[in-house]
């Protein structure tokens, strides 16, 4: 295997290739540097990005942050607005009879991570709950929980943080 | 805040409180605000759980008979009773109501504010029509709620022959 400083412009165009946060981060910090820095030295590529094709564009470097932050902000905007059509109901069972509740259960584990960092915000709506037993089909909520959204927010919290440690 | 129901305006609806989510429509008209009362099949919500969690005109009036309530015939105010207005949409119970003695009708909408409404049909359509109404002797109100979510699990063990412990 060539060293790191070999592979610097070495390989045809890999997309297929997928970084880590890490790696990401350590290329945009050598990026910063100035460009003579970058001239002088051999090594900046990190070794756990050496078959990174150096003449890719930046978009599609940070293509998976990029998906990731629109995906999120598509998550946002649907939650919005099913929010704003059904918070004023008194019918619970309407809330998840809206489009926006079914689209929302389309995203799965990023929906429900969303709704999990609004519980966490202090935003404490039935909507993120009901949300995340239709993803999850579950609810690890306490008997003697029900009707106090705060209290099953935790029960809700607690759960996935242990879930996301099992895993 | 009027804006959300198309036949309410700043004249027929008053907004009394900021949103909350702690209590809804149910416990608000039983003076309750510390927990949400509502038949869900998503069980989120306190209810007795020896009634069925449907969103039925027949469950709702259940829960409120043992509260004391019984069914009238008008919204109409009367002295020395509390009384509830029952909205109905699609044959389902959509909200509730409770009238003030003052003669307005005080509700909880949804997760939001609570509001003022000077007449029941300031919530219609958005909510259905005001189809029932129930009425409760006002001394000893807030009546006592029943217990409203199963008792702790209990153990059976099998070394002591299937009994509780």
């Not at chain 1, 519980?119 to 009901?130: E, K, Y």
């Not at chain 2, 009238?72 to 509730?96: D, W």
């Amino acid at each position: 295997m060539k060293p790191a400083h070999l592979l610097r412009h070495d390989g045809p165009e890999n997309d297929g290739v997928i970084f880590t946060r890490k790696a990401i981060s350590t290329w945009k910090g050598a990026m910063r540097k100035p460009s003579y820095m970058l001239a002088q030295s051999t090594h900046f590529v990190p070794a756990n990005m050496v078959r990174f094709p150096m003449r890719t564009s930046t978009a599609a470097v940070f293509r998976d942050e990029i998906e990731d932050a629109e995906r999120r902000r598509q998550i946002e905007a649907i939650a919005h607005e099913w929010f704003e059509n059904t918070a004023h109901l008194s019918q619970v069972t309407r809330y998840s009879q809206h489009l926006s509740f079914a689209t929302l259960v389309t995203f799965g584990a990023d929906a429900a991570e969303f709704a999990i960092d609004r519980l966490r915000a202090g935003d404490i709506q039935q909507h993120w709950l009901i949300l995340l037993k239709a993803i999850y089909d579950t609810n690890p909520t306490a008997p003697q929980h029900m009707g106090r959204a705060s209290l099953q927010a935790q029960d809700w919290i607690r759960w996935f943080d242990e879930r996301r440690q099992d895993r | 805040m009027p804006a959300l129901f198309s036949a309410g305006n700043a004249e027929n609806i008053r907004l009394t409180s900021p949103a909350t989510s702690e209590y809804n429509c149910l416990a608000w008209a039983l003076s309750v605000n510390d927990q949400s009362i509502w038949p869900d099949p998503d069980e989120y919500n306190s209810w007795p759980p020896d009634l069925p969690r449907e969103e039925t005109l027949q469950v709702v009036q259940a829960f409120l008979r043992r509260l004391g309530f019984e069914e009238c015939q008008t919204p109409n105010f009367e002295g020395g009773f509390v009384k509830i207005a029952i909205y109905m949409s699609n044959l389902r119970v959509s909200h509730v109501a409770r009238l003030c003695p003052e003669g307005y009708w005080e509700s909880k909408c949804g997760l939001l504010v609570d509001v003022q409404h000077t007449t029941l049909q300031a919530l219609s359509p958005d909510y259905g029509i005001a189809a029932v109404f129930m009425r409760r002797s006002s001394t000893s109100w807030p009546p006592e709620l029943p217990q409203l979510h199963p008792g702790p699990a209990l153990l059976i063990s099998a070394s002591t022959g299937g009994r509780l412990i």
